[in-house]
């Protein structure tokens, strides 16, 4: 069975603090995502990657970034945080022919 | 006008009902999904389509290409299929999701 695995439930950070929110895959799957859920606005796709060290912008790219050095592993970076990035953080994982596979998710708090 | 819209946004039933979740796409598709996704819980997939109907158990997924339109049915439903439903539509890399229907079922 597919586990993606985040680093952390729940995550209080302050304003202007650097974040990373680490996401792990067991299964060998190209594609990478990070996306943010937001009550009345679904999920949204922030960066996702096809491979290592490819990355690709989503719709909401702005004041973040991404690294992928290892198949298995894709982070998300926060590099000054702010309060309008208090959100929940959804990682995902698939191959192009597969459902998506979700890690639990990070609550992000920023104050 | 939301690229992906579904409807209704709030559903409660009762116990043993049958249920009918819809999704209204104006993307391009490679395929259409549903997830499931519990108070707390992380998301989980239930059904990916590009075609025609699949069935798991008590949920059944059909789509219709040419009107850009899918649906999600649970028969006989269960407490236990209270959730938010999530229907993306979309390309591989890039989904569109709809922002979910909240389904309560009461025994």
């Known amino acids: 069975d597919v586990k993606v695995t985040q680093s952390s439930r729940y995550l209080v950070k302050r304003t202007g603090e650097k974040v990373f929110l680490e996401c792990v895959q067991d299964?060998?799957?190209?594609?990478m995502f990070w996306y943010r859920q937001d009550p009345g606005l679904g999920l949204r796709l922030i960066y996702f990657?096809?491979?290592?060290?490819?990355?690709e912008k989503g719709d909401i790219p702005e004041g973040y970034s991404v690294s992928r050095e290892k198949k298995e592993r894709f982070s998300l970076i926060l590099e000054s945080a702010s309060t309008n990035q208090t959100s929940m953080y959804l990682c995902a994982s698939r191959t192009p022919e597969s459902p998506l596979h979700f890690g639990n998710g990070t609550r992000l708090t920023v104050t | 006008k939301n690229e992906v819209e579904q409807s209704p946004q709030n559903l409660t039933a009762q116990e043993g009902e049958f249920i009918t979740i819809n999704c209204s796409y104006s993307v391009g598709i490679s395929a259409l999904h549903w997830l499931q996704q519990h108070p707390g819980g992380g998301i989980v997939s239930l059904f990916m389509l590009s075609s025609g109907k699949k069935k798991h158990g008590r949920l059944i997924a059909t789509i219709n290409i040419q009107e850009k339109h899918s649906s999600l049915h649970i028969t006989a439903s269960h407490p236990r299929d209270s959730a938010v439903y999530i229907c993306?539509?979309?390309?591989?890399?890039?989904?569109?999701f709809g922002t979910g229907t909240l389904l309560a079922v009461q025994p």
């Open positions: 299964m060998d799957h190209e594609n």
């Open positions: 990657s096809y491979d290592v060290k490819m990355k």
């Open positions: 993306a539509a979309g390309r591989t890399n890039k989904l569109i």
